[in-house]
């Protein structure tokens, strides 16, 4: 699934032909993904004018000036391609601008979504209701406060979107790794100077993948069409059985339905 680089790649690379431009032609393919696009989404978005784009948790937003943001979610397997030569199997929603852009989502599995909400109502809107605070403004206290009493896993416990919003697997083993947290240490065990190592962690592989243009592991690629390169710098994530910086041996075990890697030798 495409994690929060993912989407903050697609959302800047998005921008370069979006932000300012004004909608000529939308066209959904078919009738829904994961649910059904809104009825009323050519009508509310053609003539309007892109006013900006920006992300919350693992959701894309297009905002425009009719007070509407189109918010969309790739799924398992979405992605956006900008100006494609020809048209793929699965180009399920067609996005055309003034000045002649093409954008295409895409998405073989159909496990993204699009919908359309009043701008003035995106906080109440129920996926972002209950959506803890975005990993770049999280600080190591306010992680202390919102884990205090859990008995949790601390890995379980962020991927818990009312904790912190958009972080997923791949990034929460490799923030752990760096921090040398143990997937398996009860989320209110772990002490204040460990979250002082472990947040800064989290941003600095955030902002690296995003850096690289995320991860690309089966479908995802930029619109673009350029892969994310920060795979190759997985210390954990995929490396079952492959040698530690540290000199142990990375691990793998299932954890909440999801592989876990980590390096038992220097993760406590």
């Given amino acids: 699934m495409p994690e929060l680089p993912e989407v903050e790649t697609t959302v800047r690379g998005l921008a370069q032909v979006l ?65 494609p030569a020809e048209e793929e199997p699965h180009d399920h929603l067609l996005l055309e601008t003034d000045d002649g852009h093409r954008l295409v989502l ?13 701008t003035a109502e995106l906080d109440g809107w129920p996926a972002f209701a209950e959506l803890g605070p975005e990993p770049f403004d999280l600080t190591p206290e306010e992680l202390k406060r919102r884990l205090a009493g859990r008995s949790a896993a601390i890995k379980l416990l962020l991927l818990d979107q009312g904790i912190v919003a958009g972080l997923g697997n791949i990034y929460v083993c490799e923030a752990l790794h760096r921090a040398g947290i143990s997937p398996k240490r009860a989320g209110g065990k772990v002490s ?15 902002a690296e993948a995003i850096e690289a243009g995320g991860s690309t592991l089966r479908d995802y690629a930029q619109p673009s069409g350029e892969l994310g390169y920060f795979s190759k710098s997985f210390a954990v994530y995929d490396r079952e059985g492959s040698p530690c ?24």
């Fill in 192 to 206: 204040l100077d460990r979250l002082k190592r472990l947040v800064p962690a989290i941003h600095d592989v955030l």
């Fill in 106 to 118: 895409n998405d073989p599995r159909r496990f993204g979504s699009v919908d359309l909400v009043p």
């Fill in 245 to 268: 910086a540290c000199g142990g041996t990375v691990k793998r075990f299932v954890q909440g339905g999801r592989s876990t890697f980590h390096c038992p030798a220097c993760q406590r």
């Fill in 19 to 83: 932000e300012g431009r004004r909608l000529t032609r939308i066209e959904p393919r078919r009738a829904d993904l994961r649910r059904p696009f809104p009825v009323d989404l050519g009508q509310r978005l053609t003539g309007a004018r892109v006013t900006g784009l920006g992300r919350r948790a693992k959701f894309g937003l297009i905002h425009t000036d009719r007070d509407d943001s189109l918010i969309f979610h790739l799924g398992m397997s979405g992605r956006w391609r900008i100006d």
